[in-house]
């Protein structure tokens, strides 16, 4: 299994709403990683999961609130959201060490912010 | 902050003609790949290149790297309809959890 998957594809949610992002993997990658990407733009790291524990956030507002509750799932949560935070976002994996730097995304979740 | 800058932005061309994209960057790497994007959907992954390669194939891919300019460019031979795409470099720091910083891309049209 080399593929990484999101849900949901497609999120409509109000500036009030709570919602949440999922990814998966099961190619027993220990890294993980969140991007947020504009239309025409490329995409913007925003958090990294090595071995469950975060290790790097990119600067991101808190309304974003990220979680590896294992090696295989990666959530985002979402609360309080601006309209310019309406993106596709994009999950990412990877095995660690030398030689494995690849980076397997899944399709995305596109998110629109009323 | 954007490690890579991806020269042309957009590129059109004819099937059965080749594509050249540029992508210059500004640290050190260890290594740099190219990702292929269709329309706003995820990443693929298409080669990676070592900084100690100067050079790379992958069937009608050609990826050539040249550290001392901090410059890559990826070849598409022989282009199809289906290439149409984003192509973006990425550059990666192994020393923070094999972080990617990804080029500004170059969205690529090739007419049937």
């Known amino acids: 299994d080399t593929e990484v998957t999101q849900t949901p594809k497609h999120l409509v949610m109000g500036m009030t709403n709570k919602k949440s992002l999922k990814c998966e993997q099961h190619?027993?990658?220990?890294?993980m990683y969140w991007y947020k990407q504009k239309a025409k733009k490329p995409p913007e790291l925003m958090f990294v999961?090595?071995?469950?524990?975060?290790?790097i956030n990119e600067s991101v507002p808190s309304r974003f609130s990220p979680e590896c509750p294992n090696s295989s799932l990666l959530n985002l949560h979402l609360h309080a959201l601006q309209p310019e935070d309406s993106a596709l976002y994009l999950c990412?994996?990877?095995?660690?060490?030398?030689?494995?730097?690849?980076?397997?995304f899944g399709p995305g979740t596109r998110l629109l912010v009323l | 902050s954007q490690q890579g800058e991806e020269d042309p932005q957009a590129l059109s061309i004819q099937e059965g003609e080749n594509a050249t994209m540029n992508c210059s960057y500004k640290t050190s790497i260890n290594n740099l790949q190219w990702y292929r994007q269709n329309s706003g959907r995820g990443l693929v992954h298409l080669i990676l290149?070592?900084?100690?390669?100067r050079e790379k194939h992958s069937g009608r891919l050609r990826v050539t790297l040249d550290t001392s300019k901090k410059s890559s460019s990826l070849l598409i031979t022989a282009s199809r309809a289906a290439d149409t795409a984003s192509y973006f470099c990425?550059?990666?720091?192994?020393?923070?959890?094999?972080?990617?910083?990804f080029g500004g891309g170059t969205r690529l049209m090739v007419k049937p």
């Open positions: 990425a550059t990666a720091d192994n020393n923070a959890g094999n972080m990617l910083t």
């Open positions: 190619m027993g990658h220990r890294a």
């Open positions: 990412a994996s990877t095995q660690l060490g030398q030689g494995q730097e690849t980076q397997y």
């Open positions: 999961y090595s071995y469950e524990k975060l290790s």
């Open positions: 290149i070592r900084s100690n390669e």
